[in-house]
């Protein structure tokens, strides 16, 4: 941050004619052309370093499954044995949070935040192991909204989608189900999903009383499930919803239609059975379609892991193997008419400056070094971006380019003949001029 005393320009160099010229004060003038060369010359590094990792310790053991950068320097993380983190600064430090009651065993991976405060994180597991926490006091107390209704022995969270504060949806793997401790879900297999519309107190079940043949609406094909990957599974936006499968399809339904700006979660009549935990019927959503895109989707670990649209038109699609890494194939695809067809990435080869920006200095895995403060991170400044520090130098180098010229014809002596006897010294004052037009010189130069 700028103090309000520099928003004011100042000249980078004395005009000429605004002061009377001292013989004495050369030197100020050529100091001044010295520091705006060294300045010109650091902005010319700057525009060749490239972007670096900081790795910063977040004094735990867990493996780190979920993140979301809320914004204004709050980002929360979870991961396994319960753990869940919490940042303020942009995550140069990270506080560890109180563990949710009865969540030693649990995998977080996923959690939304919209604040320093409010937070819902999602675990990961079969049966009840699948839970839904929320804390609204940074995280220094939790209280449990939402337990798999398909366990003990069946179902799977894998990903949370909030589309604002209150309106939100949770997917999780087809399950069977039972028809007496989930009537609204049991009995068929599908993929699970559950609306919210009060920020995460009640959860309502999706429903798909057709049925159809698998590979239609919510129906899977074989063994097809979703990755939890840190809720990236699913994604939003301009009224549309897309959820990514391990058979690399990608399921599309429209959640509302411009004007409205929310979805509406609840059903129009209700005449089948009623959910115990929501005391809601289930919206009968059957008018889902579905593609398939680009992606290796064989086996188990294979399939579309995130998904992530910037409009109703435009996404990508990231996959893969994950027991293959070395593999490219299959890892990438794209579309630009809303998922109606994907086409495959190219595989560029790394370039050698980003491989050497991932590769960590050795003082950021030193543990032991002196912690650094929040509030100097929370004043650090970004390095302007390239094109400003062109654009500055040039600003400059014109600044430069039209003051030299009477700079020059201020330095520069009248002529006169020589004396006829020379006064004593004057050989040393000639000495010390030249090596001041010499000093200019070298900074002009520069």
Known sequence: MRHKTHDRQQP?????????????????YIFTLLRLAAILAIAALTTQSQAQWDLEDTH???SLRGIHNVGGGVVWASGTHGTV???EDG??????????????????????????????????????????????????TWRLLFTNPDAPDDGFFDALLFLDRKHGLLFGDPAHGSPTRNPVEGGYFAFRIRVTDDGGNTWAPVSDPERPQPGKNLMPLGTEGLFAASNSSAAFSDGWLWIGTGGARVLKRRLYQPPATNPTFNAGFCAGAIDPSSHRCGLPWVDWSNTTAPLASKGNAAGIFSLHFISATKGVAVGGDYQKPDDPAGTAAYTIDGGQTWQPAPNPTPRLPLLRSLRPHPK????????????????????????TLRLRRSRHRQKLERLVPPLRRRFQRPHRPPPHHPAAGSKTIAASRNQQTQSLTAALSL
């Open 12 to 28: 980078l160099l004395d005009l000429p004619g605004s002061v009377p010229h001292r013989p004495g004060k050369s030197g100020k």
């Open 85 to 87: 983190l919490r940042s």
């Open 60 to 62: 735990t053991t867990a």
């Open 364 to 387: 950021t895995l030193d543990h032991r070094r002196r912690q650094r403060h929040r509030h100097l991170h929370r004043r650090r400044q970004k390095l302007a971006p390239p094109q």
């Open 91 to 140: 995550g140069y430090l990270w506080q560890t949070c109180n563990m949710p009651p009865g969540a030693e065993n649990l995998d977080f991976r996923g959690i939304q935040g919209w604040d320093e405060n409010n937070a819902i994180v999602m675990s990961s597991g079969k049966g009840d192991l699948s839970r839904l926490y929320k804390t609204t006091d940074g995280c220094q």
